[in-house]
């Protein structure tokens, strides 16, 4: 029955959420005033980048390094930098940092960016935060834009993230990374596991249609 009720929602909910976000739209969270073109993922109309937001306001971010991997518009970005963060963005969509450059002006933040296929171009450096709201359904991308979606057939998103984030990592490093219950979790357990990583849930939450579930990534002991 409650697969029934998510299928009736999201077939209900999607077409005018397409019409919504073909244009560019003005969102403000928390303070925060965004301008989001439609190539660019929206935080507003899905759970998961609020959901680290929420997760990370406690944290004492003043003087930290902190890292986006594929920020999209740079909510969890500007939020670092208000918060007196050293801070990096990065995102496979050159569109995606065009809107993350004029969010920091607009939001008067300091974000360096840069466009990076997960850690191709991104200097090697250890950093005390980082978060990431990844693709992950299992389908390979055929555009730019599939890249916030999709993590390829066999999961090659995720090979590649465990194969490397062990190198921006010191001990102290506190990473968290997002997924909702449509995510093949065996597959994303294996590939961290092969790489020595251990993935801890440190906060979920269930909503009408999934549930979203905040995974703090661990060197394995």
Known sequence: MKAIVKYIVAAAYRPLLIRYLSKTRTYSYKGICLRIPPEVFHPGFFSSTKLLLRYIVKANLKNKTFL???????LLSVYAAKKGASVVASDISSVAIQCINANAADNKVKIRTIHSNLFDNIPQQKFDFILINPPYYRKKPLSIYDHAWYCGENGEYFQSLFKTIGEYMHSDSNVFMVLCDACDFQLI???????????ECVYSKKTLIEVNSILKILHKK
């Open 68 to 74: 986006e991997l594929g920020a999209g518009s740079g």
């Open 189 to 199: 357990h294996k590939l961290a596991t092969e790489n020595f990583f251990e993935m």
